[in-house]
């Protein structure tokens, strides 16, 4: 089974900046995908950013400039450096992993962390 565990999230002031932690624990297949997720109330899950082993990361059109994802591969840890924060930005924020092996496609999430953007 696979585990992946958030931390990072809290409350931070627009324009501030927050760092996301996501550890992965189990029986990990890589490469594999590592990607945030966020989810706003009322609104539906959508992908922030997302970083393939030895890829290139990818970003919504909303962050682009702002985050960065990165990932430790000894670590099984990625991460998410948010700066310039807006309020809009505020939402829980999901951790996914996920690999292709076989034919089977598993993915994994974590259990969210909250981000509020105060203006």
């Known amino acids: 089974q696979v585990h992946l565990v958030e931390s990072g999230g809290g409350l931070v002031q627009a324009g501030g900046s927050q760092r996301l932690s996501c550890v992965a624990s189990?029986?990990?297949?890589?490469?594999?995908?590592m990607s945030w997720y966020r989810q706003a109330p009322g609104k539906q899950r959508e992908l922030v950013a997302s970083?393939?082993?030895?890829?290139?990361?990818n970003y919504a059109d909303s962050v682009k400039g702002r985050f960065t994802i990165s990932r430790d591969n000894a670590k099984n840890t990625v991460y998410l450096q948010m700066n310039s924060l807006k309020p809009e930005d505020t939402a829980v924020y999901y951790c996914?992993?996920?690999?292709?092996?076989?034919?089977?496609?598993?993915?994994?999430w974590g259990q969210g962390t909250q981000v509020t953007v105060s203006s």
């Open positions: 189990g029986s990990i297949f890589s490469p594999n995908t």
């Open positions: 970083l393939i082993t030895g890829g290139r990361a």
């Open positions: 996914n992993l996920r690999w292709v092996l076989f034919g089977l496609r598993p993915e994994y």
